[in-house]
């Protein structure tokens, strides 16, 4: 591997943390603020509109002016606080990072509020009065459900705006993505450059997607497995954390896949499959060889099983318009079935007696024949079902 793209990717989970955290209590903070001004807002027009006006004006200044303007104002604040209290406060690094970012975040936020509060139905509230909501029971059991949705579109636009600005703060002295960015420029390392442009895309791509999965699970009213989800995730190591979210980049485009290509089961292997390298992410906090061939194993034999699956729809999905392996393969089904179960178990058994496993012993090999002699039978019976029109 190129000694730049090593250094580079050594350092990415680092850098990613440190700009997720950044980035996640800029928008914590956001919210926490915008939505009672866009509550109080929308009840008061002079309110309003002295708020959106700020709001908006403080998107007129360049991230980097603002970012300059919180070090004299902290080093005062800092001075004011030794004084008074004996200790200071930092004018560079996290500190005046979170604060800039959670100022430009609030925008999207305020006026997707406000709008959201004016554009509930009038008869739903005349409705509520009539049933004796008080105000309180109004907003949080009426006006605040059907605002939801536009209130959650403002949070994801600040969402992806502050993982963009979140770069900036490597100016003043906070690790982040933007580390990559201007380390690069420097000294002309253009692998830097990309990675760190790239890493940030995939974060605010992997971001608005999670926002947008707990909004339907908001509407579901099953945002409580999301929570159980997230919480068994934060149990693991930071390799794994960021290897699980990365899941969701596959899991947000899947859908689209079946539109677009005839090889939607390759998208739907890289997400199903993705389990393999959850696991040794989990146990050794690394990705390798090993690892990475088991994935590939597991892709193959689901592209093999999904294209059965697929002939139960094929002539519906031509209707359609949507495309599959199975209306790609047609009468060559049977070809393709075979070729790719066989490199499925060719994969999966040459990570079962690879070496981060420690499976070079007769033991392993063991492992790897019983494997193989079910995965043979298993392609026997999906082959029959198929061939006697069952598949169909």
């Excluded at 440190?18 to 109080?40: C, E, I, M, N």
């Excluded at 990309?194 to 974060?203: K, N, R, S």
């Excluded at 693991?236 to 979210?245: L, S």
């Excluded at 495309?323 to 790609?328: D, I, P, Q, R, V």
Aim: hydrophobic share 55%.
């Amino acid at each position: 591997m190129d000694e730049r793209l090593a250094s580079t990717l050594s350092l990415l989970a680092d850098y990613t943390s440190q700009h997720v955290l950044l980035s996640a209590v800029a928008l914590a903070l956001g919210v926490a603020t915008s939505l009672p001004l866009a509550v109080l807002a929308s009840r008061r027009p002079r309110l309003r509109w002295a708020v959106l006006a700020i709001a908006s004006l403080v998107q007129t200044i360049p991230g980097l002016a603002l970012l300059a303007l919180f070090y004299p104002l902290l080093l005062g604040l800092s001075a004011l606080t030794g004084a008074l209290f004996g200790f200071g406060v930092p004018a560079l690094g996290f500190l005046p990072s979170v604060l800039a970012l959670t100022i430009y975040s609030m925008l999207p936020i305020l006026r997707n509020g406000v709008t959201a509060m004016l554009g509930v139905d009038p008869a739903c509230l005349e409705a509520a009065d009539g049933v004796g909501m008080t105000s309180r029971q109004k907003l949080f059991r009426v006006e605040l459900p059907l605002a939801a949705p536009v209130i959650m579109a403002g949070i994801r636009t600040a969402a992806v705006w502050t993982i963009g600005m979140a770069t900036l703060s490597t100016t003043v002295g906070q690790t982040s993505l933007g580390n990559f960015i201007f380390s690069g420029l420097q000294t002309e390392n253009w692998i830097s450059v990309l990675t760190g442009c790239a890493a940030v895309v995939v974060l605010a791509l992997i971001t608005d997607h999670a926002l947008g999965l707990i909004e339907a699970a908001a509407v579901r009213r099953d945002g409580w497995r999301m929570a159980i989800g997230l919480a068994v995730l934060l149990q693991f190591n930071r390799f794994a954390v960021m290897t699980g979210i990365a899941s969701l980049v596959i899991v947000a485009v899947y859908p689209f896949m079946k539109r677009i290509t005839w090889w939607p089961q390759i998208v739907l292997g890289l997400a199903f499959s993705w389990g393999a390298l959850m696991g040794f992410a989990v146990t050794f906090a690394r990705i390798d060889a090993t690892a990475l061939a088991l994935y590939a194993g597991s892709i193959a034999w689901v592209i093999g099983y999904d294209t059965i699956y697929a002939h139960q729809d094929a002539e519906d999905d031509a209707l359609i318009g949507i495309k599959s392996t199975a209306l790609l393969f047609g009468a060559r089904t049977h070809r393709a079935l075979v070729a790719f179960y066989t490199l499925a178990v060719l994969l999966i058994g040459a990570a079962l007696v690879g070496e981060s496993l420690e499976f070079e012993t007769p033991k392993g090999y063991l492992y790897f024949a019983m494997a193989f002699s079910v995965a043979v039978e298993l392609v026997n019976i999906r082959l029959r079902r198929l061939l006697s029109g069952r598949a169909h």
